[in-house]
């Protein structure tokens, strides 16, 4: 069975700073996909960034970008220029690939970001 | 705006009463998954429907039960509730299931709490 580890359970950053969110998984498979969600204290998922597992690419998005390390099974989240808004739950999720059958996420147990002023 | 829809918003009812969950899909939408998350168990996902078929199950309880319907709206139906059942529940959907990956688009939840 796949796992999902995040083992920073908090962390704190000053506005316009970097920070980087952990995240470590445990899997057999060769193809499958990786994604971070955040859920402001609205409690929305909101989806931030995903990396598909055959690109050794990182990927990115404006301030979001990955340090995806397959051999590792390691999946950080930096954050780039923090700003008040990105203060939020982040959870790491895993996706198997099966082509035809069923993508549920398996989710960490997230870390709570605070991003002072 | 994930464009997904989940009603009601909040839900507040007693143990041994039955509830019913409703989902709408992003247009275009095949595939609704429904996700509980609560502060023991984490997120975890409940079961998936595929153009009104289930496709899996996961660690959902046999009191729980779910369906997709020909417009594509789902529900979860929860019946003889027990304190541990209040959590977020969360409904999610994407294109489909028949050609890979697709990212999944959550809807902004609803809030159970059994008394």
């Known amino acids: 069975a796949q796992t999902v580890t995040q083992s920073q359970p908090e962390m704190s950053v000053q506005e316009a700073e970097t920070v980087t969110l952990s995240c470590t998984y445990d899997?057999?498979?060769?193809?499958?996909?990786l994604f971070w969600y955040k859920q402001p204290p609205s409690r929305q998922m909101i989806l931030v960034i995903r990396?598909?597992?055959?690109?050794?690419q990182n990927a990115t998005e404006n301030r979001f970008s990955v340090n995806f390390q397959k051999a590792a099974k390691s999946f950080s989240l930096k954050i780039s220029d923090s700003q008040l808004g990105d203060t939020a739950m982040y959870f790491c999720?895993?996706?198997?690939?099966?082509?035809?059958?069923?993508?549920?996420?398996?989710f960490g147990t997230g870390t709570l970001l605070a991003v002072q002023p | 705006d994930s464009g997904v829809t989940q009603t009601p918003k909040h839900l507040i009812t007693a143990t041994g009463q039955r509830v019913t969950l409703r989902c709408s899909p992003r247009?275009?939408?095949?595939?609704v998954y429904w996700y509980q998350q609560s502060l023991d168990q984490g997120l975890q996902f409940l079961i998936q429907?595929?153009?009104?078929?289930?496709?899996a199950k996961g660690n959902i309880l046999e009191r729980f039960s779910a369906q997709q319907f020909p417009d594509l709206h789902s529900e979860l139906n929860l019946s003889s509730l027990e304190l541990g059942d209040s959590a977020l529940y969360f409904c999610?959907?994407?294109?489909?299931?028949?050609?890979?990956?697709?990212?999944?688009?959550f809807g902004p939840g609803t809030r159970l709490l059994v008394l």
């Open positions: 999720a895993f996706m198997k690939h099966y082509g035809g059958a069923t993508n549920k996420l398996i």
């Open positions: 247009s275009g939408d095949l595939s």
């Open positions: 990396q598909e597992a055959y690109k050794q």
């Open positions: 429907y595929y153009n009104g078929e289930e496709r």
């Open positions: 999610a959907s994407s294109v489909g299931s028949s050609g890979g990956w697709e990212t999944q688009y």
């Open positions: 899997t057999s498979e060769s193809n499958y996909y």
